[in-house]
């Protein structure tokens, strides 16, 4: 999959694309791996943060709705963090919408695609 074919799957919400430049990255990588494999490691998050050297994050729950608070590169980051969509061993997503730091908006999603039994594409 390209980044055009992702963006006319999953397009920015008309929101979001009022609130000015939107930066888009898709990232491909092949592992030796069963998507069994694959699951385990990007769904263990605090795990994956820690090697990634992210700082600690605190959470608070206002109003129904999950608050995110954390340093990283020195800024400090506060947002709202959108529920995360799970499909066992195929997708993880995840947005948050940031009231304070570098971002405005930040989405992620981790799509698993069997090559065959012993190969995935993330």
Known sequence: ?????????????????QRGKLVDSLWQF??????DVIWAVVTDTS??????????????EKDGRLHG????AGFHLQWIEIPWEWEYHRRIRAARDYSAGFA?????DYLLEPIDAHRTRV
């Open 30 to 35: 092949e592992f030796p791996f069963g998507p």
């Open 47 to 60: 795990r994956l943060n820690r090697r990634l050297s992210y700082g600690e994050m605190h959470f608070t």
């Open 104 to 108: 405005n908006y930040v989405r992620a």
């Open 1 to 17: 999959m390209n980044k055009r074919d992702y963006l006319n799957e999953h397009p920015w919400p008309a929101e979001l694309l």
């Open 69 to 72: 608070e954390a340093r990283m």
